[in-house]
């Protein structure tokens, strides 16, 4: 048998993937957190791409306010769940994806265990202080975080590693960080939530196949009204 | 005089002063002091990077330094 079922697949994969990565990205493990802007264009590009087994989690469920950038958004599921949203978009997409759905919030109750079979998760939450709560969930489990942030139409990329200091580096101190940023007052547009989505996926990509440049230590900003994309060295 | 080289992001960019790709300040001037100066609430300033690196408050600007401030970012 080939690589997939589906013959041609992942043809227009190659040979920017070799046949042996896209097995290695069909073995992974990728848990989603926070089905979103964010996390909505990161379930469609790994299930596009082949990653293998996606778990994706969001407690909540959609609301009109939701359709100006949600990709898994549309009018007919105002009110359904996020999560199940996602597994039957991921089986539409890519059905040999083994798409897991869990409607739940995270927090430190259940954190560890929805993430620990990762090789990667995927950071597209809404919450700061949830983002630190994944920090110590990811240490423990020794799983390598992407991290994405968005306000408006400006937005950033991390690649926290177990043992990082991570978040600090960004958010300053854990106690003394907000809740939330000022994505409060500027909303989200589509097309910058794609994009910051766009380039986590990359990064997840990097991580499972061993190969090119990871944002470590490092913050990737975007300022889409300026055209400013810049690659911050955080230490 | 120093000049800099200073953008400010999302919300705060209303702050932004005339010519400040170009913005001369005076000599021995941290950044605290520039985000005083430019009457800039502190709490709203989350990262400060300057040609590339992230710094901190203390930071004593230099003559062609580019300056980037960005509010706290948190959305999903």
Same mark, same amino acid.
């Given at each position: 048998?080939?690589?997939?079922?589906?013959?041609?697949?992942?043809?227009?994969?190659?040979?920017?993937?070799?046949?042996?990565?896209? !097995?290695?990205?069909?073995?992974?493990?990728?848990?989603?957190?926070?089905?979103?802007?964010?996390?909505?264009?990161?379930?469609?590009?790994? $299930?596009?791409?082949?990653?293998?087994?996606?778990?994706?989690?969001?407690?909540?469920?959609?609301?009109?306010?939701?359709?100006?950038?949600?990709? &898994?958004?549309?009018?007919?599921?105002?009110?359904?769940?996020? $999560?199940?949203?996602?597994?039957?978009?991921?089986?539409?997409?890519?059905?040999?994806?083994? $798409?897991?759905?869990?409607?739940?919030?995270?927090?430190?109750?259940?954190?560890?265990?929805?993430? !620990?079979?990762?090789?990667?998760?995927?950071?597209?939450?809404?919450?700061?202080?949830?983002?630190?709560?994944?920090?110590?969930?990811?240490?423990?489990?020794?799983?390598?975080?992407?991290?994405? $942030?968005?306000?408006?139409?400006?937005?950033?990329?991390?690649?926290?590693?177990?043992?990082?200091?991570?978040?600090?580096?960004?958010?300053?101190?854990?106690?003394?960080?907000?809740?939330?940023?000022?994505?409060?007052?500027?909303?989200?547009?589509?097309?910058?939530?794609?994009?910051?989505?766009?380039?986590?996926?990359?990064?997840?990509?990097?991580?499972?196949?061993?190969?090119?440049?990871?944002?470590?230590? !490092?913050?990737?900003?975007?300022?889409?009204?300026?055209?400013?994309?810049?690659?911050?060295?955080?230490? | 005089?120093?000049?800099?080289?200073?953008?400010?992001?999302?919300?705060?960019? !209303?702050?932004?002063?005339?010519?400040?790709?170009? &913005?001369?300040?005076?000599?021995?001037?941290?950044?605290?002091?520039?985000?005083?100066? &430019?009457?800039?609430?502190?709490?709203?300033?989350?990262?400060?990077?300057?040609?590339?690196?992230?710094?901190? &408050?203390?930071?004593?600007?230099?003559?062609?330094?580019?300056?980037?401030?960005?509010?706290?970012?948190?959305?999903?």
């Amino acid at each position: 048998m080939g690589i997939s079922k589906l013959e041609g697949r992942y043809d227009r994969n190659f040979d920017t993937l070799s046949h042996e990565e896209q !097995k290695t990205l069909g073995a992974s493990t990728v848990v989603v957190l926070g089905l979103g802007g964010l996390g909505g264009g990161v379930c469609e590009m790994l $299930a596009r791409v082949g990653v293998g087994h996606l778990t994706m989690i969001d407690g909540d469920s959609f609301e009109a306010s939701n359709l100006n950038r949600q990709l &898994l958004s549309q009018e007919h599921l105002i009110g359904k769940s996020k $999560a199940g949203t996602a597994k039957k978009r991921v089986n539409a997409i890519n059905s040999e994806v083994i $798409a897991d759905a869990q409607k739940e919030y995270m927090d430190d109750s259940n954190l560890y265990d929805g993430i !620990k079979n990762a090789d990667v998760v995927m950071d597209c939450l809404d919450s700061i202080d949830t983002r630190f709560k994944l920090q110590d969930a990811a240490n423990k489990a020794g799983i390598p975080i992407v991290s994405g $942030a968005i306000a408006g139409v400006a937005g950033q990329v991390t690649t926290i590693f177990p043992n990082d200091k991570g978040y600090a580096l960004i958010y300053g101190e854990k106690s003394r960080s907000q809740s939330k940023g000022v994505e409060t007052r500027t909303g989200n547009i589509a097309y910058c939530a794609l994009f910051v989505s766009a380039l986590q996926s990359s990064e997840c990509i990097k991580i499972l196949l061993g190969r090119g440049d990871i944002l470590r230590n !490092k913050l990737l900003i975007a300022e889409l009204w300026t055209n400013t994309f810049e690659v911050v060295e955080l230490i | 005089m120093i000049q800099i080289d200073l953008k400010l992001f999302v919300t705060l960019s !209303k702050y932004s002063p005339k010519n400040s790709e170009c &913005l001369k300040i005076p000599e021995e001037t941290t950044v605290e002091k520039l985000i005083a100066d &430019l009457g800039i609430p502190s709490d709203l300033v989350k990262l400060i990077f300057i040609n590339g690196k992230m710094q901190d &408050l203390n930071y004593l600007l230099k003559h062609n330094d580019r300056v980037g401030l960005f509010p706290p970012v948190g959305g999903g």
